[in-house]
């Protein structure tokens, strides 16, 4: 099963990727995820995304093409993955299409969870990013067990150098020009389902799955 998750900044993309990855057993593969661990390992790609993440703005599409051809290599794809943040461009979903035509396959799904702008810089005010093991929180919706710790590794949590207002605000108009057209590209294969991302966190999932197994 290939699944790409579509939504606006902090629309919870991850959080329902995660929980898809875990229910069907398949990779979630995030390229915010893997820059930001190229960043905190200090390699040239991190340094080169580092630019363009701090703003908002979105990372230049052919290192985000090479890195992620790279990872459906890997022998963990064979049975599928589920996106989240790729694609993002026009020409990533192309590059997408391309790939994955050389072996006769599609995208199976294209999970739109649908959240209004005004809640998002709400809800990205809140978020707790873990620095060891990349899992997300949030302060109110989804609080780890203790203040600040981490529950699945025991490191830090902070907020996210991209998920302050002024940022959060850019993020959010750059998703609306560079992002959303992709609802309609993936509307021409007849493969979006919308979701409503104001529901509970579990509501969500529930209605995915129902998609997923409907
Ligand atoms: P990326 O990491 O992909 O960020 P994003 O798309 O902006 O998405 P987020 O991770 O911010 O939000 P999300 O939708 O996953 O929400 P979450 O589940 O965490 O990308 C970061 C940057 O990297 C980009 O700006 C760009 O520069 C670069 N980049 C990445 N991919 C790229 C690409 N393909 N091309 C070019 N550049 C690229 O949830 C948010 C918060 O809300 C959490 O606190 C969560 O706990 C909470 N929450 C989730 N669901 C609910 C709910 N139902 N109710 C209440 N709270 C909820």
């Given at each position: 099963m290939k699944i790409i998750m579509l939504g606006a900044?902090?629309?919870?993309k991850g959080t329902q990727a995660k929980m898809i990855a875990a229910k069907y057993e398949i990779p979630h593969i995030s390229t915010g995820d893997i820059f930001r661990a190229n960043i905190k390992n200090g390699t040239e790609l991190g340094k080169k995304a580092k630019e363009y993440m701090d703003r908002g703005a979105l990372v230049p599409d052919e290192l985000v093409v090479d890195l992620i051809m790279d990872r459906f290599?890997?022998?963990?794809?064979k049975n599928g993955y589920v996106l989240d943040?790729?694609?993002?461009t026009i020409p990533q979903a192309e590059a997408l299409d391309a790939a994955l035509a050389k072996n006769n396959e599609t995208v199976d799904y294209a999970i739109n969870v649908d959240v209004p702008d005004e809640n998002i810089v709400n809800r990205m005010g809140g978020r707790r990013a873990c620095v060891g093991c990349g899992a997300t929180y949030h302060i109110k919706y989804n609080p780890p067990k203790v203040e600040g710790i981490c529950d699945t590794c025991g490191a830090e949590l902070i907020l996210r150098d991209d998920d302050k207002p002024e940022t959060v605000l850019n993020r959010l108009s750059v998703y609306h020009e560079q992002t959303q057209p992709l609802i309609d590209y993936y509307e021409k294969a007849g493969i979006v389902r919308n979701v409503d991302g104001t529901q509970d966190m579990k509501d969500v999932f529930d209605a995915i799955v129902a998609i997923l197994e409907g």
């Amino acid at each position: 099963m290939k699944i790409i998750m579509l939504g606006a900044p902090g629309a919870g993309k991850g959080t329902q990727a995660k929980m898809i990855a875990a229910k069907y057993e398949i990779p979630h593969i995030s390229t915010g995820d893997i820059f930001r661990a190229n960043i905190k390992n200090g390699t040239e790609l991190g340094k080169k995304a580092k630019e363009y993440m701090d703003r908002g703005a979105l990372v230049p599409d052919e290192l985000v093409v090479d890195l992620i051809m790279d990872r459906f290599a890997q022998d963990d794809c064979k049975n599928g993955y589920v996106l989240d943040g790729f694609p993002r461009t026009i020409p990533q979903a192309e590059a997408l299409d391309a790939a994955l035509a050389k072996n006769n396959e599609t995208v199976d799904y294209a999970i739109n969870v649908d959240v209004p702008d005004e809640n998002i810089v709400n809800r990205m005010g809140g978020r707790r990013a873990c620095v060891g093991c990349g899992a997300t929180y949030h302060i109110k919706y989804n609080p780890p067990k203790v203040e600040g710790i981490c529950d699945t590794c025991g490191a830090e949590l902070i907020l996210r150098d991209d998920d302050k207002p002024e940022t959060v605000l850019n993020r959010l108009s750059v998703y609306h020009e560079q992002t959303q057209p992709l609802i309609d590209y993936y509307e021409k294969a007849g493969i979006v389902r919308n979701v409503d991302g104001t529901q509970d966190m579990k509501d969500v999932f529930d209605a995915i799955v129902a998609i997923l197994e409907g």
